[in-house]
Structures are given as structure tokens and as C-alpha cells.
Nanobody, 115 residues
Framework: QVQLVESGGGLVQAGGSLRLSCAASGSIPRTNTMGWYRQAPGNQRELVATITTGGTTNLSDSVKGRFTISRDNAKNTVYLQMNSLKPEDTGVYYC?????????WGQGTQVSVSS
């Protein structure tokens, strides 16, 4: 059974920073993709950033230059460093893990950015 545990959300003023972490446990192959998605109230869940075990990243245009995704393969942990946060970054951030045809989600962590 695969489990994803997120941490690091919170309330921050515009221009501030937060760092999210997500640790995966269970039977996980060495080749996989981890990432972050977010969902604002009334909106669909959207991609924020993903990273493969080889280090290839994909970031949404809305966060490029402000957010950085990284991972520690030995710990099966992915990080999202969020700088220069804007009110429109507010939402529930979900960790995601994909390998083969399988996909897993974390429980979500709230990020709120005040103006």
C-alpha cells in the first residue's frame, strides 16, 4: 500500500515563502514521477509541478521563476519551495505519485496567501 504524507502548508502574506514536503512510503518502484497539484475553491485541480526520479521537471507557467520542485530519491520525498507567493496561489496543494498505470494522491495541505 502506497501512502503520501504532506506537510508545510499554512498562511503567509503576499511576497512570502513556504516549503511543502511530501514523503511517500510503501512499495514504490525506483522509476516514478512525483509532483504537486492545487485546487482553489470553485476551480478544477491543476498541475503545479512534477519531477521524475531522473530530475526532469515540469512547472506550470504560472509558477515558473517563483516555485522550485526538488526530490530526495533515497527518501522518496518531494519538495516544493514557493517564493514570491501571490493571493492567486491560494488553494489546497496535493502531492501526487505516478508509476506504470498507478497514481496516488496525498490528503492535501492548505496554502493561504493574504494580500
Amino acid at each position: 500500500q502506497v501512502q503520501l504524507v504532506e506537510s508545510g502548508g499554512g498562511l503567509v502574506q503576499a511576497g512570502g515563502s513556504l516549503r511543502l514536503s511530501c514523503a511517500a512510503s510503501g512499495s514504490i518502484p525506483r522509476t516514478n514521477t512525483m509532483g504537486w497539484y492545487r485546487q482553489a475553491p470553485g476551480n478544477q485541480r491543476e498541475l503545479v509541478a512534477t519531477i521524475t526520479t531522473g530530475g526532469t521537471t515540469n512547472l506550470s507557467d504560472s509558477v515558473k521563476g517563483r516555485f522550485t520542485i526538488s526530490r530526495d530519491n533515497a527518501k522518496n520525498t518531494v519538495y516544493l519551495q514557493m517564493n514570491s507567493l501571490k493571493p492567486e496561489d491560494t488553494g489546497v496543494y496535493y502531492c501526487n505519485l505516478k508509476f506504470f498505470r498507478w497514481e496516488y494522491w496525498g490528503q492535501g495541505t492548505q496554502v493561504s496567501v493574504s494580500s
